[in-house]
C-alpha cells in the first residue's frame, strides 16, 4: 500500500501528467474530459447558443472570454461560483464555433505580450440585471484554469490557444482567468520554464489585482512588456494563501511600444445600453476586479459583493472556504496602495494626476480605518480604496 507521505509526493507529477496532451484545433475530439457540460468540437460557425469550451487569446482585437452560458444554473443563478464548472467560450471574431462577444460589452481592454506570457486586463459594462456574458450584476466572479480541484479545470475540459507567440496557433497548458461584474483578466503562458509559476492558481481569492497587475482603465490598448514577478514570490518566499498577513502584488511589469484603438471590432450585435445601471459606474466596477473574488479551484470562496460605488462600503464580506477554514481578508492599508501601484491609468494632465492622489490618500485614509474594525470591513476598506482611486481617474477620460 502506497503511505499518505508517498502519494502526497506523487501528486505535483500526476497533476503536469495530467497535461501532456497537446491538442490542436483543426482536430478536436468532441471532448477533451469527462463530466463536459459542452464541447472541443466546435466548427467554425458562431452561435449565441454555442456549447464551445476552446477560448482564443491571439491580440487585442482577437480573443474570447469564459463566461456563463445561461442566466441560470443548477445551483440558482449564474454567479462563477456556481457555473465555473460549465462555463462557455464568447469571442470577439467570429470563426471559432463560439458565442459572440456584444458589442459594447466591454468597455476597457488591455493586452501585454513579454518573451513569456500574455495578459489581458480590462472591464465590462455593467447591467441592472445580468450582463451581456450573462454574469449576474454584483458578483465578484471567481477564477477559471486549466487545473481545478480535481484536475478537470475550470470549466472542465476547458482549452485555450493562442498564436501569439510564434508558430501558429497551439495549446496554451498553463492560464489563469478570472471574471466578474465589471471586470476581467486573463493570462496565457508560454511552455518555458516558470509558465507554472506565472500561470499561478493558488490564488484564487485574491483576484486580478493580485495575480495581474496592470492596467483596467476604460481604454483600448495594445504593449509590448517585460515579464512580471511571479505572482505571491517575494525572493525566496513564497506567499500562501490564507496566512494572516497578505503582501502587496508585485508592480506591473514596465511596457513600451504601445498602441491604441478607440473601440474593439465586434462581430455580435450591440447590447441594448438602456439597460446600463446607474451604479454601473468605474468604481464599482474596479471594486469588484481588484478585490478579492469568489472562487473556484481550491474550492475556497471570498465575496466582497458591490451594488454600485455608494453600497461598497457597507456590502463588503469575507467568507469561509468550503473546508471550513477562513480566508484572511487583504490588509485594508497595504491594499490602498497595492490599487495605486498596480492600476495603470493614462498619462494626463498635473492636475488630473494630483487629484487622482488626493484620492488614493483618501481611500488609503478609509482602508486604514476599516483595517482597524472586523475582518469584514478590511475588505470593506479595499472596495473603498479601490473605488476613490478610479472614481479620480475616470474624470480623466
Known amino acids: 500500500m502506497i ?24 482536430n478536436l475530439p468532441k471532448t477533451t474530459e469527462d463530466g463536459q457540460a459542452g464541447t472541443n468540437q466546435c466548427g467554425t460557425g458562431s452561435s449565441q447558443d454555442s456549447m464551445c469550451q476552446n477560448a482564443y487569446i491571439n491580440s487585442l482585437d482577437d480573443f474570447c472570454l469564459f463566461a456563463p452560458s445561461s442566466t441560470t444554473s443548477a445551483y440558482g443563478d449564474s454567479s462563477l461560483g456556481n457555473t465555473e464548472r460549465e462555463v462557455v467560450s464568447w469571442c470577439l471574431k467570429s470563426g471559432y464555433g463560439t458565442r459572440l462577444i456584444p458589442a459594447g460589452a466591454i468597455t476597457g481592454a488591455h493586452f501585454v505580450k513579454t518573451p513569456t506570457y500574455i495578459q489581458l486586463s480590462g472591464t465590462l459594462a455593467v447591467l441592472s440585471g445580468p450582463s451581456a456574458l450573462n454574469i449576474p450584476a454584483n458578483d465578484d466572479g471567481g477564477e477559471l484554469d486549466p487545473h481545478g480541484a480535481d484536475g478537470l479545470g475550470n470549466p472542465i475540459g476547458g482549452l485555450v490557444f493562442s498564436n501569439a507567440f510564434g508558430g501558429g ?13 465589471g471586470y476581467f483578466c486573463f493570462k496565457a503562458c508560454d511552455q518555458v520554464e516558470g509558465a507554472d509559476l506565472q500561470c499561478q492558481h493558488i490564488y484564487d481569492v485574491l483576484g486580478c489585482g493580485f495575480n495581474m497587475p496592470g492596467d483596467y482603465g476604460q481604454s483600448f490598448s495594445s504593449c509590448q512588456g517585460d515579464a512580471a514577478e511571479y505572482p505571491g514570490i517575494y525572493g525566496g518566499s513564497t506567499f500562501q494563501q490564507g496566512q494572516p498577513s497578505t503582501p502587496a502584488p508585485h508592480a506591473p511589469a514596465a511596457t513600451s511600444q504601445c498602441s491604441y484603438m478607440d473601440s474593439l471590432p465586434y462581430n455580435g450585435a450591440a447590447i441594448v445600453t438602456a439597460a446600463v445601471s446607474p451604479s454601473g459606474s468605474i468604481s464599482s466596477v474596479a471594486s469588484s476586479g481588484m478585490s478579492s473574488t469568489r472562487a ?12 454600485g460605488s455608494s453600497s461598497i462600503a457597507s456590502s463588503s464580506a469575507a467568507s469561509s472556504s468550503s473546508s471550513g477554514s477562513s480566508v484572511a481578508p487583504v490588509t485594508a492599508t497595504r491594499a490602498a496602495s497595492s490599487i495605486a501601484s498596480s492600476t495603470r491609468l493614462p498619462s494626463q494632465s498635473s492636475g488630473a494626476a494630483a487629484s487622482v492622489q488626493t484620492a488614493v490618500a483618501s481611500a488609503s485614509a478609509s482602508a486604514a480605518g476599516a483595517a482597524s474594525g472586523a475582518s469584514q470591513n478590511a475588505v470593506a476598506g479595499l472596495g473603498l480604496a479601490v473605488a476613490g482611486v478610479l472614481a479620480a481617474a475616470f474624470n480623466m477620460f
Open 169 to 181: 496557433l497551439k495549446q496554451i497548458h498553463e492560464w489563469n482567468s478570472f471574471i466578474g461584474s
Open 296 to 307: 473556484s479551484s481550491s474550492g475556497s470562496s471570498s465575496a466582497a459583493s458591490t451594488s
Open 3 to 26: 503511505g499518505k507521505l508517498a502519494l502526497t509526493s506523487l501528486l505535483p507529477a500526476l497533476a503536469l501528467a495530467q497535461y501532456t496532451a497537446t491538442y490542436y484545433p483543426d
